[in-house]
């Protein structure tokens, strides 16, 4: 039976994964990863653009128009206000190799 790889779930274990497998320090990986997630946080704020991270996705600023919802509650119509959210989309390949398709 083929042994399970095991994927870190937790950013100290990723940023352990990252060191071991480009052959740097942790202090090195560390740095790689924040300035991966400032481009990320910088490309989102485009809202036109996003920003594509190839093999992942994209991520991006979407508008969201105001509208009317319900309390699940009480079911009374309340009025919700219109909001930015940040929406990060999966590539086809990445879905593919997740989903197996």
Not at 49 to 78: C, F, Q, S, W, Y
Request: proline share 4%; net charge positive.
């Amino acid at each position: 039976m083929a042994k399970k790889e095991v994927v870190p779930t937790t950013k100290s274990g990723i940023l352990a994964a990252l060191a071991e497998a480009a052959g740097i320090t942790k202090k090195q990986a560390v740095a790689v990863y924040d300035k991966l997630v400032d481009i990320a946080i910088k490309g989102a704020k485009q809202e036109e653009k996003g920003l594509t991270l190839p093999a992942i996705g994209k991520v991006k600023l979407v508008k969201r128009p105001a509208r009317t919802g319900r309390n699940p509650a009480t079911g009374e119509t309340i009025k919700i206000k219109a909001k930015k959210v940040v929406k990060i989309v999966a590539c086809k390949a990445f879905k593919e190799a997740i989903l197996g398709k």
